[in-house]
């Protein structure tokens, strides 16, 4: 089933603009060209997560924090954005796509973040992941490609459901350790990292 020969449907997902498509290739079948491209560009935007989040990683190492559990949870969300993106990437090849690489852009939190901004930065970012998935199968749907529609679902919109709500939970016991949303850090900040075991549980 060919690409449906109508005005392309409106869509805010990061589609790949430079994106250039294999001619001829032989795995190619019922794979769209803008769900090709979205596909495209959503793995780019996995590889600026798990840039982000090992930024944070990073800043929670440095020897005025040392917040060591917190910066293994950020280190390990960011491998996993990492592997989701090469997932995605693998994906894209076996249905005969191309893969187009663009430079990952700065993180720009590199100046301080507390626990509370850190984890708020990491519920946005994945309830924005959730909503780029949920649009990006249905729009797979709409362009007559259910096969892709339904691994959006199962491989990257479904394990995000239960990471949305352990940040949730972390986001309400860090207020009540007393951490404060200022980039000086605090006893609180001290407590949640030392007691708060959902730092360890998640995965």
């Not at 430079?18 to 032989?26: K, L, R, T, Y």
């Not at 769900?35 to 840039?51: A, I, Q």
């Not at 939970?169 to 350790?177: M, Q, V």
């Amino acid at each position: 089933m060919s690409e449906p020969r109508v005005k392309r449907i409106k869509t805010s997902l990061p589609l790949c603009k430079s994106h250039a498509c294999v001619v001829g290739s032989q795995t190619r079948q019922n794979f769209p060209t803008v769900v090709e491209e979205s596909l495209c560009g959503v793995s780019n935007l996995l590889l600026e997560v798990s840039y982000r989040l090992q930024a944070l990683a990073d800043m929670f190492e440095q020897s005025d924090r040392a917040l060591s559990r917190v910066a293994a949870f950020f280190h390990r969300e960011s491998v996993m954005e990492q592997e989701r993106a090469e997932a995605m990437m693998q994906y894209l090849c076996q249905r005969g796509g191309n893969l187009c690489c663009k430079n990952i852009q700065r993180p720009g939190i590199e100046h301080g973040c507390d626990v509370l901004s850190a984890l708020k930065i990491l519920l946005n970012q994945w309830k924005e992941e959730m909503a780029i998935m949920t649009e990006q199968s249905q729009l797979a749907l709409n362009y007559g490609d259910p096969h892709t529609a339904s691994i959006i679902k199962s491989q990257f919109l479904q394990p995000l459901i239960p990471k949305v709500k352990l940040v949730g939970d972390l986001l309400t016991e860090a207020c009540r350790a007393g951490c404060t949303s200022d980039s000086a850090g605090g006893f609180g900040e001290f407590l949640f990292d030392q007691l708060q075991e959902k730092l360890q549980d998640c995965g």
